[in-house]
């Protein structure tokens, strides 16, 4: 199921993120959803080619009925070196028809005490997360990081909201990045953290989580994006084992896209490691796991992967597939 929405309003909130509101032609009720969910946004690479992309529902109305929304708000940063998809939302403009799928929530806000941890576009599910709270009465603090205030969206609506229980971060102002490790030294122990930001930031608050014994399910997370791969990193050989077909996964390309070109149709989601879906058992070769997934024993084992982000560590991979 799609559907077919009306870009409203399109506006640049800072010199990297633009805002669009997306509504029915007719002014019907849209899908609805929960904070931390996300729609599946059709786009148009530079070589023409179609695809999707992630994007968080933003919801920072108090008072909003989000079972029965009549607009979806999204916010996109631009990523120069990325695949080309933020770049194709930021010509988008108002009156504009675009393609989505339903929301879906894999990031869901649980009861209890919450600590958001976002870094730059990651506030984008936290907030609604965070306007969640305040309208219910859940404990919520939330500390918001990014190279400058500048480049921080949806700051002033946030400071009215949570006022003392938000903490921002600017690198430019502090002379180094946000301290994980104080953040975390500061939770109580019945603290549960939501996490959304870039790769560095999540890899440190499970290592300190886990440092500090943390149970895993009391750090939710979400990337926002999953790092390219390198164009230095060597080109290595898949078998599929069912097919007996051949394939060459060329230097810097990545697992699953080289599957696709090939005409396969691998199962996969969200393309970050972090749900799943294109999970694949490994019969031969040594696994660079790069997922959110899989538990440390999983990854041991060398049984299975992540396709969408892992890779093979020497020449050669078989695949059960």
Same mark, same amino acid.
């Given at each position: #199921? &799609? @559907? ?5 309003e399109s506006?640049?909130l800072?010199p990297?993120?633009?805002l669009l509101?997306l ?19 059709q /786009? &148009? @690479?530079?070589?023409?080619k ?16 989000l079972?029965t929304?009549?607009?979806?708000v999204i ?6 070196t990325g695949? $080309?998809?933020?770049?194709?939302m930021?010509?988008?403009q108002a009156?504009d028809l675009l &393609?989505i ?11 209890? &005490?919450?600590v958001l941890?976002?870094? $730059?576009i ?10 969640q ?5 859940q404990? /919520?603090?939330?500390?918001y990081?990014?190279?400058?205030r500048a @480049?921080l969206?949806?700051?002033?609506e946030?400071q009215?909201l949570?006022?003392e229980?938000?903490?921002v971060?600017?690198?430019?102002e502090?002379?180094?990045p946000?301290?994980v490790?104080a953040?975390? *030294?500061?939770?109580a122990w ?6 959304c930001?870039? =790769?560095?930031m999540l890899?440190a608050v499970?290592a300190?989580? =886990? ?7 009391r750090?939710k ?10 164009e230095?990193?060597? $080109? ?5 084992s069912?097919s007996?077909r051949t394939l060459?996964?060329a230097p810097?390309?990545?697992l @699953?896209?080289?599957l696709?070109?090939n005409g396969c149709d691998?199962m996969f989601?969200?393309?970050r490691?972090?749900?799943g ?6 019969l ?6 790069? *997922?959110?997934?899989l ?6 084992s060398?049984k299975v #992967?992540?396709?969408c982000v892992s890779?093979a560590?020497?020449p ?5 597939m």
């Amino acid at each position: #199921m &799609t @559907l077919a929405l009306r870009v409203a309003e399109s506006r640049d909130l800072n010199p990297l993120i633009r805002l669009l509101r997306l509504r029915s032609d007719d002014g019907a009720v849209l899908p609805g959803y929960e904070p931390g969910a996300h729609v599946r946004v059709q /786009v &148009t @690479l530079a070589d023409g080619k179609q695809d999707w992309r992630h994007y968080s529902l933003v919801n920072l109305q108090p008072g909003a009925d989000l079972r029965t929304p009549r607009e979806y708000v999204i916010a996109i940063r631009r990523e120069d070196t990325g695949r $080309g998809g933020s770049r194709f939302m930021h010509t988008v403009q108002a009156g504009d028809l675009l &393609t989505i799928e339903p929301p879906r929530n894999d990031f869901p806000l649980r009861a209890g &005490t919450a600590v958001l941890v976002a870094g $730059g576009i990651g506030i984008t599910p936290l907030a609604s997360m965070a306007v969640q709270c305040r309208a219910a009465g859940q404990p /919520v603090r939330l500390h918001y990081a990014g190279r400058s205030r500048a @480049l921080l969206a949806f700051l002033p609506e946030l400071q009215d909201l949570l006022r003392e229980d938000l903490r921002v971060h600017a690198d430019d102002e502090a002379g180094a990045p946000l301290d994980v490790q104080a953040l975390l *030294d500061a939770c109580a122990w019945n603290d549960t953290l939501y996490v959304c930001g870039p =790769q560095v930031m999540l890899d440190a608050v499970l290592a300190g989580a =886990q440092a500090r014994g943390w149970p895993r399910e009391r750090v939710k997370f979400e990337l926002f994006s999953a790092p390219p791969a390198s164009e230095t990193e060597a $080109g290595y050989e898949v078998v599929l084992s069912q097919s007996g077909r051949t394939l060459r996964v060329a230097p810097g390309q990545n697992l @699953l896209e080289c599957l696709e070109q090939n005409g396969c149709d691998p199962m996969f989601d969200c393309r970050r490691g972090e749900c799943g879906v294109c999970s694949v058992a490994v019969l031969e070769g040594e696994i660079e796991h790069r *997922d959110y997934f899989l538990s440390d024993a999983e990854k041991a084992s060398g049984k299975v #992967m992540q396709i969408c982000v892992s890779r093979a560590r020497g020449p050669r991979l078989v695949l059960d597939m």
